[in-house]
């Protein structure tokens, strides 16, 4: 048999065996590199996470802060509802205590009248007696 024809069976081996060496060092570089891109990757996220949760709850915040200041006018608005309710109460007994007024001045001008013409028929009444 021809010696070059014939395949040496330690340099083959030492090929596939370099093949494999050389596919596995290959997938180790993947794999870290695929660690690698998955960790920036989670990194990335976690941190897009973080943005939009601060954002969210600076406008809880603010949100927040609107409502209470809220809730400090409507207080202050129903303190002063109250206070113009009594204003208006006591302008309201104001002015019927000067409606009674007038309407006691009407009645005692009428009185007034009255007795001015009664005291006038009286009068008359005596003078006619007295010249008869």
Same mark, same amino acid.
């Given at each position: 048999m021809d010696r070059s024809k014939q395949v040496d069976p330690h340099g083959l081996e030492a090929s596939l065996i370099?093949? +494999?060496n050389s596919n596995h060092s290959s997938s180790l570089k993947l794999r870290e590199s695929t660690e690698k891109a998955k960790k920036d990757a +989670?990194? #990335?996220v976690r941190r897009v996470s973080e943005l939009l949760v601060d954002s969210v709850n600076r406008e809880v915040q603010e949100a927040f802060v609107m409502q209470k200041r809220i809730e400090m006018e409507i207080r202050a608005l129903t303190a002063s509802i109250l206070q113009f309710g009594k204003q208006t109460d006591q302008w309201l007994a104001a002015s019927h #205590? +000067?409606?009674t007024a007038i309407k006691e001045i009407g009645d005692f001008e009428n009185w007034m009248k009255t007795m001015?013409?009664?005291?006038k028929s009286i009068n008359a009444a005596i003078c006619n007696i007295h010249q008869e």
């Open positions: 370099q093949i +494999i +989670i990194r #990335s #205590s +000067i409606n001015e013409f009664d005291c």
